[in-house]
T-cell receptor, first 114, second 114 residues
Framework: GENVEQHPSTLSVQEGDSAVIKCTYS??????FPWYKQELGKRPQLIID?????GEKKDQRIAVTLNKTAKHFSLHITETQPEDSAVYFC?????????????FGKGTHLIIQP | EAEVAQSPRYKITEKSQAVAFWCDPISGHATLYWYRQILGQGPELLVQ????????DSQLPKDRFSAERLKGVDSTLKIQPAELGDSAMYLCASSSGHLTDTQYFGPGTRLTVL
């Protein structure tokens, strides 16, 4: 089955700086790669996703890049703000977000230092 | 905006007791997922339903866990008997089932087994 590795487990950055979280996956059949943000005690919420026919996707301060050859994808957050502090999870699935279970990474605890 | 509902939000039980969790997906969503999230880790898929049918339960510990979605709408996840290692957050998610859709998570049920 699919295996998703996520690094780093904890990331501390100064407010206003950029943060990068990286994930690798094992199953070359995976085609859908979402990123979820989970604040303490709350549900995971989708912040951005990318499908295998696209190499990069951006939404305001958040961007995701995908390298299918190397089987890795990354989350980039620019101009970080205190409200960006949370745990971020990457995930992968084969069939697509709406039709297939997701395999998650272990998460990255992002800490924004004021 | 419609959301996935779960109850109870918190459950404390003693080992060897039976527990049950309920999930009401977003109206019209054909696909329903149960995930288990151990503290400090990413969610792990337990079971996936398409309408009332189980699509994937390969990671469900079937000796003690059971799940049903009798009318293809709401769903119940049961553990009998509960063990100490079952302490976790149990998350329900739903999607339309379309490849281009994503999964929407409920608030979860926090289970503590004493």
């Amino acid at each position: 089955g699919e295996n998703v590795e996520q690094h780093p487990s904890t990331l501390s950055v100064q407010e206003g700086d950029s943060a990068v979280i990286k994930c690798t996956y094992s199953d070359s059949a995976s085609n859908y790669f979402p990123w979820y943000k989970q604040e303490l005690g709350k549900r995971p919420q989708l912040i951005i996703d990318i499908r295998s026919n696209v190499g990069e996707k951006k939404d305001q301060r958040i961007a995701v890049t995908l390298n299918k050859t190397a089987k890795h994808f990354s989350l980039h957050i620019t101009e970080t703000q205190p409200e960006d502090s949370a745990v971020y999870f990457c995930a992968a699935s084969e069939a697509g977000g709406g039709a297939d279970g997701l395999t998650f990474g272990k998460g990255t605890h992002l800490i924004i230092q004021p | 905006e419609a959301e996935v509902a779960q109850s109870p939000r918190y459950k404390i039980t003693e080992k060897s007791q039976a527990v049950a969790f309920w999930c009401d997906p977003i109206s019209g969503h054909a696909t329903l997922y149960w995930y288990r999230q151990i503290l400090g880790q990413g969610p792990e898929l337990l079971v996936q339903f398409q309408d009332e049918s189980v699509v994937d339960d390969s990671q469900l510990p079937k000796d003690r866990f059971s799940a049903e979605r009798l009318k293809g709408v709401d769903s119940t996840l049961k553990i009998q008997p509960a063990e100490l290692g079952d302490s976790a957050m149990y998350l329900c998610a739903s999607s339309s089932g379309h490849l281009t859709d994503t999964q929407y998570f409920g608030p979860g049920t926090r289970l503590t087994v004493l």
